[in-house]
């Protein structure tokens, strides 16, 4: 009886985190929708390893140059993008601190939670930061501070979606890097500004 009642209660548990789980994900898939944020940083990724790996100065300058423009328009994306996802609800925005999936944490412990709508707007000024350059970094070093703040950026999604375990595993499996080592390689601003959310220092 004991086994039943044990079953019926994972099941259940399971049930309400899959629902959870949905919901979230249909909300943010539904704002990133309207925009090419995730085919442009794909594009962005290649990118920079066929700069790197070219051998001619001069085509690995006009690969730099369009990779510029590239950075760009996913800057005036993302931009745009977190400034029309700060207007969702902020009940709906909240995301679990704890290390796994807990069926609605949020409502039942808000204060174990951080606002996805501030971690949007810490990686787009994160992301400006880099791609307007005023600390003059080589293309090579840019494309290496702007990768980790998108991969950072990627992270928050999945976190907010799944888990933070899951997010760190995804960012493991998909960019072979953990996700201390990318919070250790985005700009200093960033990294102080992102760390302070997500411990809940003010």
């Not at 990686?123 to 350059?133: D, F, I």
Request: charged content about 20%; proline content about 3%; hydrophobic content about 50%.
């Amino acid at each position: 009886m004991d086994l039943i009642l044990i079953a019926l209660v994972a099941g259940g548990i399971l049930f309400l985190k899959k629902r959870d789980q949905r919901q979230r994900i249909v909300l943010l898939g539904h704002a990133l929708s309207r925009y090419d944020i995730e085919r442009l940083m794909e594009g962005l990724t290649d990118g920079y390893l066929r700069a790197l790996g070219e051998d001619n100065a001069e085509r690995q300058a006009q690969v730099w140059n369009f990779l510029a423009a590239q950075e760009l328009r996913l800057l005036e994306q993302f931009q745009a993008f977190a400034t029309e996802f700060a207007n969702e609800d902020p009940l709906r925005t909240r995301v679990s601190k704890l290390p796994m999936a807990i069926p609605y944490a949020t409502v039942w412990l808000p204060a174990a939670t951080f606002d996805l709508r501030r971690a949007f707007a810490i990686h787009a000024q994160g992301l400006a930061q880099v791609v307007e350059n005023a600390q003059q970094l080589s293309p090579k070093r840019k494309a290496f501070t702007l990768s980790a703040e998108l991969f950072l950026m990627q992270h928050s999604c999945h976190w907010f979606c799944r888990s933070k375990s899951v997010a760190s595993a995804r960012l493991l499996a998909r960019h072979k890097t953990p996700y201390a080592q990318v919070l250790a390689s985005v700009s200093p601003a960033t990294r102080a500004a992102y760390t302070a959310l997500v411990s809940g220092v003010a």
